[in-house]
């Protein structure tokens, strides 16, 4: 007979990483590590790392005038998405998921656009799906359901576009796709060991570096578990506004639904309490976190090119990086695209953007103020709830799938 702590063990592993997690399950786990998130430093964000990144490289070859930038791994938003990279290809690892997958140029061409276009509308808009979005629900922010619903608009006209480009253009990504260092049977078991001994490298080295910061330590740690979690449960919220319209599968609308109600109740709790504060302005300051000047057209704006650019690319701002992390090279291009263009939109694009529009059109609009904490709670739970009901509905009659 085996050894029964052996089997235990295994069958542990096999649970976590030989197969993948409910999407719900991940959005649960990534609700709560984003409130953990707010309470060490501030809230989960995407779009702040490109940006971070790209001006790293201007100012390291001397364009554009971009200087006194925060190296990566000093900036909060640059170090966590770099973990959170890390982390999504640890996970890919431990499940013997890694592999370079370099598809046709088509393809490629594709993420570099989609990098771009989520670039200027993140930067335009104040926000990704993340920041702007997963985040801004949860804070309150009435700019954040207008982004929501850009972003929806988005997805719509790039979906008709990928389909007109299968009919028109049936070459331009076709193609064979190169896949190298894949798991093969028994010749994989190096991928979960080099996982292994990534992990503990990472959390034993950022540990001691930011020991004497315990904020930045917490987004070191928290983003390499994001990363994990974000691979081993696919969360993808590109999915979670595309597939209504593609496939009317709700697994993946459902698994943002969830991280969205406890992300929801955590920040609510925070904001109201005034957890860590002592003095009215200190109260004010917090509950005004993560909610942009955006209500209502800047929002609107920046949401349709942040879509377009999303389902282009097949990945939003920490979708790419996760999708990056298993070894997508589309996504590393979408991810240069980001980067690159970020830095350009906001310090070229943005300023002009945002003088022109007028003040009506970049509001700060914090619901609690208008309805009350309870009314602006309900007013996101009754969305979502009619949100939920329209995507289970959808998948059982195909009404709006494969526009």
């Given at each position: ?6 089997g ?19 959005g ?30 201007y100012?390291?070859i ?10 990566v791994l ?20 431990f ?13 490629m061409?594709?993420g ?22 997963l ?54 078991v ?9 992990t503990i ?26 990363g ?6 696919r969360?993808c919220?590109v999915r ?6 593609m ?18 109740i955590?920040?609510?709790v ?13 109260a ?20 349709v090119i ?13 979708g790419?990086?996760?999708r990056?992390g298993?070894g997508h ?5 979408s991810?240069?695209g980001f ?21 009506w ?10 309805f ?32």
């Amino acid at each position: 007979m085996g050894d029964p702590k052996n089997g235990a063990w295994r069958q542990l592993w096999a649970t976590f990483f030989g197969k993948t997690w409910p999407v719900w399950a991940g959005g649960i786990v990534l609700a709560f590590l984003n409130i953990c998130l707010f309470l060490a430093k501030s809230p989960w964000g995407g779009s702040g790392t490109y940006t971070n990144w790209g001006e790293n490289v201007y100012q390291a070859i001397g364009l554009f005038g971009i200087d006194h930038v925060k190296p990566v791994l000093a900036h909060s938003y640059g170090l966590l998405g770099f973990m959170t990279l890390l982390g999504a290809f640890a996970g890919a690892l431990f499940g013997r998921e890694f592999a370079l997958r370099i598809p046709p140029m088509g393809e490629m061409l594709k993420g570099l656009i989609g990098g771009v276009l989520m670039a200027l509308g993140a930067t335009l808009g104040i926000g990704c799906t993340i920041g702007g979005f997963l985040s801004g629900w949860a804070a309150l922010s009435g700019g954040a359901i207008i982004l929501a619903l850009g972003f929806l608009i988005g997805t719509y006209f790039a979906l008709k576009y990928l389909i007109w480009e299968m009919e028109a253009l049936p070459k331009m990504s076709m193609g064979k796709t190169y896949t190298f260092l894949a798991a093969k049977g028994a010749g994989g078991v190096w991928q979960p060991i080099l996982g292994t001994i990534l992990t503990i490298f990472l959390l034993v080295s950022f540990s001691m570096r930011f020991r004497a910061d315990n904020g930045m330590a917490m987004f070191a740690i928290i983003g390499l578990v994001i990363g994990i979690v974000l691979q081993r449960s696919r969360f993808c919220i590109v999915r979670a506004f595309r597939e209504p319209f593609m496939t009317g599968e709700s697994e993946a609308p459902v698994g943002v639904m969830a991280a969205l109600v406890v992300g929801i109740i955590g920040f609510t709790v925070i904001k109201y309490m005034g957890v860590g504060t002592s003095t009215p302005g200190a109260a004010r300051a917090l509950a005004m976190v993560w909610v942009y000047p955006h209500f209502w057209l800047r929002a609107i704006i920046g949401g349709v090119i942040f879509g377009l650019g999303m389902t282009v690319a097949g990945g939003c701002a920490v979708g790419t990086l996760w999708r990056a992390g298993e070894g997508h090279i589309k996504l590393w291009f979408s991810a240069i695209g980001f980067m690159l263009f970020a830095p350009i939109s906001k310090k070229f694009i943005v300023p002009g953007f945002a003088e022109m529009l007028p003040e009506w059109a970049k509001q700060k609009v914090f619901l609690p103020d208008r309805f009350g904490y309870g009314g602006a709670v309900l007013i996101f739970l009754v969305i979502i709830a009619l949100w939920y009901g329209f995507v289970k509905w959808n998948e059982r009659t195909g009404k709006f799938s494969a526009i």
